[in-house]
């Protein structure tokens, strides 16, 4: 990477479960060095509310709460505020929305951290889902553009407004450094240690291929939460994805 050391976050684990007891299992259980980042998306939040992510937070993981934020910007400043004040690490937002609520969503989560008086959150946009490929964009949203070129686009989008980077597969990280700053941050669902099971993903990678693509991090829920063993599961992927770095 232009021999400059890429910053590499340990996995993001994606809790998607229903209950608070099958969540507080794998927080338990995924306590351990490296400790994975906690993500906690739609499922758990809308069932359970602030009470996981305090639970999470409790036994110190760091938080990417991913709400994929989209909507117009007066609501989505509002919304951002109010997460922004639960202090957590990570929080996400859609591209499509446009640059003034990408801007409005940013303002939003700032003034929040600095009302609850914590650290802000760092800003990811959503670019095209991982369970998107080119005959979805084409032929059900009817956009002109391929997948690569509606990526790098909305990446070039987030940079422009300061996001701190954008959730991508690592298929289009070397369109997406072309046009971005180095430090631009690209985290990479659509992980699979093996690429024979996608589930509903369409553009998916091992943890290997990301590293070597260049993922600054990677989200993994399934392979890790449904495995028999979710800790070897974990450690597995976060070894081949890290290597021998020192994790951040
Ligand atoms: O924002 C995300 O994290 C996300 C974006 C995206 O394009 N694709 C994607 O799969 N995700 C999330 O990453 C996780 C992937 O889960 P698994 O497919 O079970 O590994 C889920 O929690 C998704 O919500």
Do not use: W
Request: glycine share 8%.
């Amino acid at each position: 990477m232009g021999g400059k050391v890429l910053k590499r976050y340990v996995p993001m684990v994606a809790i998607d479960v229903a209950t608070k007891e099958e969540a507080v299992k794998l927080f338990d259980e995924l306590d351990v060095t490296p400790k994975p980042i906690v993500k906690i998306g739609m499922e758990m939040y809308y069932g359970l509310g602030q009470e996981i992510v305090r639970e999470a937070q409790k036994r110190g993981f760091k938080i990417f709460l991913d709400l994929k934020l989209y909507d117009i910007p007066n609501t989505v400043h509002r919304a951002m505020a109010a997460i922004g004040r639960l202090g957590i690490d990570f929080t996400t937002i859609h591209a499509a929305g446009g640059t003034e609520m990408l801007t409005a969503g940013l303002a939003g989560l700032e003034e929040g951290a600095v009302q609850a008086g914590v650290q802000p959150a760092k800003l990811l946009a959503i670019t095209q889902l991982t369970s998107i490929d080119d005959e979805i964009l084409h032929d059900q949203q009817h956009v002109d553009l391929s997948l690569i070129e509606s990526v790098q686009n909305y990446a070039q989008l987030a940079e422009s407004v300061g996001l701190a980077g954008v959730i991508c597969s690592a298929h289009e990280l070397p369109a997406i450094r072309q046009v971005t700053r180095p430090d631009f941050l690209c985290i990479t669902p659509g992980i699979r240690p093996s690429l024979a099971v996608h589930d509903d993903q369409k553009r998916v990678v091992t943890p290997a291929q990301a590293r070597e693509l260049g993922s600054n991090g990677i989200v993994v829920g399934r392979p890790i939460t449904q495995s028999a063993d979710p800790v070897a599961a974990y450690q597995q992927i976060q070894q081949a994805f890290l290597a021998n770095e020192e994790e951040k």
